[in-house]
């Protein structure tokens, strides 16, 4: 049983250039959240997508956004990169069906380096 | 607003010592869930444990504890006999029963020593 996958694994962008990150969810999940982790800090949360929608989002500006497909795989997109957003990029797939917190699974990430 | 706090940065033991991670926690909500992960070299998260607010019943699991203390607002892990292969970060994290995201401490880097 696959776990979490996430592609690239790793990146090196400029700024002010467009990122775009992916996600395949654990079999029989279909909640996907995207965290951004800076180098020595917790994970914080940027979004997460439920029956392909937007259902919750973090403190991020508009230049961050997703998508969930039919299949559940999700996308991160960053506009206009900063050199601050360099950082790793978690993806985490859960089961919505049970009511109240759901336990999210991630995976390897994606280290984004913006020169 | 939902806060969690890990004092200890880093912690440094000799294999087979047992280490204890702090976490306070910080919620208005009645209904809430604590979760404990660990992320090694390889950064991925991995899964330990996940204690709903209606139960404080310690946990534990091999060389792993769990003691939730609502009282204190505390969710600690203790690792008992601690193995080289115990080494990484671990994260205290929280969600609410609405507000489905995780927010998560800091961490705690511990390095176990042969």
């Known amino acids: 049983d696959a776990g979490v996958t996430q592609s690239p694994t790793h990146l090196i962008k400029t700024r002010g250039q467009q990122v775009t990150l992916r996600c395949s969810p654990k079999?029989?999940?279909?909640?996907v959240s995207w965290y951004q982790q800076a180098l020595g800090q917790g994970p914080q949360f940027i979004f997460q997508y439920y029956e392909e929608e937007e259902r919750q989002r973090g403190n991020f500006p508009d230049r961050f956004s997703g998508h969930q497909f039919p299949n559940y795989s999700s996308e991160l997109n960053v506009n206009a990169l900063l050199l601050g957003d360099s950082a790793l990029y978690l993806c985490?797939?859960?089961?919505?069906?049970?009511?109240?917190?759901?336990?999210?699974?991630f995976g390897p990430g994606t280290r984004l380096t913006v020169l | 607003a939902q806060k969690v706090t890990q004092a200890q940065t880093e912690i440094s033991v000799v294999e087979k010592e047992d280490v204890t991670l702090d976490c306070v926690y910080e919620t208005r909500d009645t209904t809430y869930y604590l979760f404990w992960y660990k992320q090694p070299p390889s950064g991925e998260l991995v899964f330990l444990i996940r204690r709903n607010s209606f139960d404080e019943q310690n946990e534990i699991s091999g060389r792993y504890s769990w003691n939730f203390q609502k009282s204190t607002s505390s969710f600690n892990f203790t690792i008992t006999a601690s193995q080289v292969v115990d080494s990484a970060v671990y994260f205290c994290?929280?969600?609410?029963?609405?507000?489905?995201?995780?927010?998560f401490g800091s961490g705690t880097r511990l390095q176990v020593q042969p």
């Open positions: 079999s029989g999940h279909d909640t």
């Open positions: 985490a797939s859960s089961f919505s069906g049970g009511g109240g917190a759901d336990t999210q699974y």
């Open positions: 994290a929280l969600s609410e029963e609405v507000r489905r995201a995780l927010t």
